[in-house]
């Protein structure tokens, strides 16, 4: 499932270190071939400690986890949306992503410049957030200019896009993104279609030092970042870009070790993954046999058929039953033997709506 999340942010605020943090650590999987794709898009697999437990009660040839790609995008300045810096280059890489996380410098330090002359998160928020409202504005703008000629001519699909396009005008003239406002079901199909910045999910990541991190992270400038997304109902994730560097040179016994020494139970590139998995809203459902146990991604609310659809088209298109069990009563039967004989498994019909955790094994016949 192609789905990535662009990694923003002002120059000189971790981002492209956060990134390098990424594509290192995937480097010495053997689990799964961690690459970057092009020079800005990294593979990650994502943390998932039920893969582990699967794979020790079935003990397969081989374990598969599921994946997540981020892009590193290059930084954005004030005038982006006019063209200053890489301008559209950059505005237009963010419009491939589908989702933002949004790295935000909460930390000072005299031998790294920042771009406005001092450390201030709210303010680096709100340029990048400016800049990504204007570009919409602008695409709003051109977009009422065609609508409106076919609403007088009483286009039936331009009467009901004008008022949300208007809609959008007055919240981006407003400096707010599209995203704050509360469209319903309709409204929701005619602004997916416009594909604009501000409407994508955001997840922000308070970059931190070293010593803020081992203490508890929540420093001032990362207090400010909480209230700020809080109010826009956006997730804070905390992490120090410099130690996830030194994390993703080490595996195994010396990664644990290392966390333990700094009094951390996950690292901040684990917690990144995941948070931004879910902000996609993505699940996990397994299969398991002799030969390999996988992890596989699928929209929350996805039906059978379509979820044994990614694994082959084939299992959609000659779908008949989903034996199921969930995770929690596999592994509490200990093996798929005792958990029939418990009435554990069933067989799912093409209405059945997978759920996060899921075992399937798939019956299809083409």
């Known amino acids: 499932m192609a789905l990535t999340t662009g990694i923003v942010g002002l120059p000189n605020v971790g981002k492209s270190t956060l990134f390098n943090a990424i594509t290192q650590a995937g480097a010495e999987s053997a689990n799964y071939p961690f690459c970057t794709i092009d020079p800005n898009v990294g593979i990650v697999e994502v943390p998932d400690a039920?893969?582990?437990?699967?794979?020790?009660?079935?003990?397969?040839k081989k374990t598969i986890p599921t994946a997540f790609e981020f892009t590193d995008i290059a930084g954005i300045v004030e005038g982006a949306s006019k063209g200053e810096g890489l301008g559209n280059k950059f505005l237009s890489h963010i419009r491939q992503v589908d989702a933002i996380s949004h790295v935000v410098r909460c930390f000072a330090d005299d031998n790294i410049t920042h771009v406005s002359g001092g450390v201030n998160p709210l303010h680096d928020i709100e340029v990048i957030n400016l800049e990504l409202i204007l570009a919409d504005l602008e695409?709003?703008?051109?977009?009422?200019?065609?609508?409106?000629?076919l609403a007088k001519s009483r286009d039936k699909e331009a009467v009901a896009e004008l008022p949300v396009l208007e809609q959008l005008k007055e919240t981006f003239e407003n400096e707010k993104p599209a995203r704050s406002i509360d469209f319903d079901e309709e409204q929701m199909k005619i602004v997916k279609q416009l594909h604009l910045l501000t409407s994508k999910p955001v997840l922000y990541v308070a970059n931190v030092s070293e010593d803020d991190l081992v203490s508890d992270g929540d420093n001032e400038y990362v207090q400010q970042v909480k209230e700020f997304a809080a109010a826009e109902g956006s997730d804070v994730i905390v992490i120090c870009a410099k130690i996830e560097a030194e994390i993703a040179e080490l595996e195994g016994e010396e990664k644990e070790m290392f966390l333990e020494e700094l009094g951390i139970e996950e690292s901040g590139l684990d917690q990144l993954i995941r948070a931004a998995y879910?902000?996609?809203?993505?699940?996990?459902?397994?299969t398991a046999g002799e030969q390999e146990v996988r992890a596989w991604t699928y929209r929350h609310g996805t039906k059978a058929p379509q979820a044994a659809g990614i694994i082959h088209t084939d299992f959609e298109r000659g779908f008949i039953r989903a034996e199921t069990v969930s995770y929690d009563d596999l592994v509490d039967a200990g093996n798929m033997v005792v958990a029939k004989e418990r009435g554990r498994v069933r067989l799912e019909g093409k209405d059945y709506i997978v759920k996060d955790g899921d075992v399937i094994h798939f019956r299809f016949n083409v």
């Open 50 to 60: 039920r893969l582990d437990k699967l794979t020790e009660l079935v003990n397969p």
């Open 278 to 286: 879910s902000l996609l809203g993505l699940e996990t459902y397994f």
């Open 139 to 149: 695409s709003v703008d051109k977009r009422i200019g065609r609508v409106a000629k």
